[in-house]
T-cell receptor
Framework: DVKVTQSSRYLVKRTGEKVFLECVQD?????MFWYRQDPGLGLRLIYF???????EKGDIPEGYSVSREKKERFSLILESASTNQTSMYLC????????????FGPGTRLTVT | GENVEQHPSTLSVQEGDSAVIKCTYS??????FPWYKQELGKGPQLIID?????GEKKDQRIAVTLNKTAKHFSLHITETQPEDSAVYFC?????????????FGQGTRLTINP
């Protein structure tokens, strides 16, 4: 089975702090994604990566950056956390090469106070 | 453009009845349509998907239908059971969006009443 793990299930940070969310997949997938999930808005794509050191902006990249130094790891960075970044963050991976199905991690619920 | 609309936002059905969730998409080039189920405290899990060259796909009690002309697709769950209670998301993918990107609907909270 594909396994996508996220470093924390719950995280509480202060406004202005730098926040790192880590995601690791164990199936040698090409693509990795970061979403945020908010009630009534579904899943919105923040950033995605289709190869090591490659990244593409999603629909809501403002206030976020990402890093993919190794194929299995994709990190989401909040340079200066703000209260409107309080949300559920979901990481996903997909095989690539024409296969679209995405596999999700359990999510990190981030609260910024 | 990239837009997927999902209805209804909440759905309550009696155990044993059927449930239907509908989605519409905006990009006529969309060619892949997955459905995800998210249980409480977990990430979304793929339950069924369909490609644009197929009109219907079934897997036991769940089925998905696709109408390319009308640009909508639906999830059908028959003989519903309490464990079907969850939030369901539809999504669409288009070659013009790049890198197997998915655009998700807003989600439907399905409650099965015993």
């Amino acid at each position: 089975d594909v396994k996508v793990t996220q470093s924390s299930r719950y995280l509480v940070k202060r406004t202005g702090e730098k926040v790192f969310l880590e995601c690791v997949q164990d199936m040698d997938h090409e693509n990795m994604f970061w979403y945020r999930q908010d009630p009534g808005l579904g899943l919105r794509l923040i950033y995605f990566s289709y190869d090591v050191k490659m990244k593409e902006k999603g629909d809501i990249p403002e206030g976020y950056s990402v890093s993919r130094e190794k194929k299995e790891r994709f990190s989401l960075i909040l340079e200066s956390a703000s209260t409107n970044q309080t949300s559920m963050y979901l990481c996903a991976s997909s095989p690539g090469t024409g296969r679209h199905e995405q596999y999700f991690g359990p999510g990190t619920r981030l609260t910024v106070t | 453009g990239e837009n997927v609309e999902q209805h209804p936002s909440t759905l309550s059905v009696q155990e044993g009845d059927s449930a239907v969730i509908k989605c519409t998409y905006s990009d006529s080039a969309s060619n892949y349509f997955p459905w995800y189920k998210q249980e409480l405290g977990k990430g979304p899990q793929l339950i069924i998907d369909i490609r644009s060259n197929v009109g219907e796909k079934k897997d036991q009690r769940i089925a998905v239908t696709l109408n390319k002309t009308a640009k909508h697709f639906s999830l059908h769950i028959t003989e519903t059971q309490p464990e079907d209670s969850a939030v369901y998301f539809c999504a669409a993918s288009s070659p013009s969006w790049g890198a197997q990107k998915l655009v998700f609907g807003q989600g439907t909270r399905l409650t099965i009443n015993p």
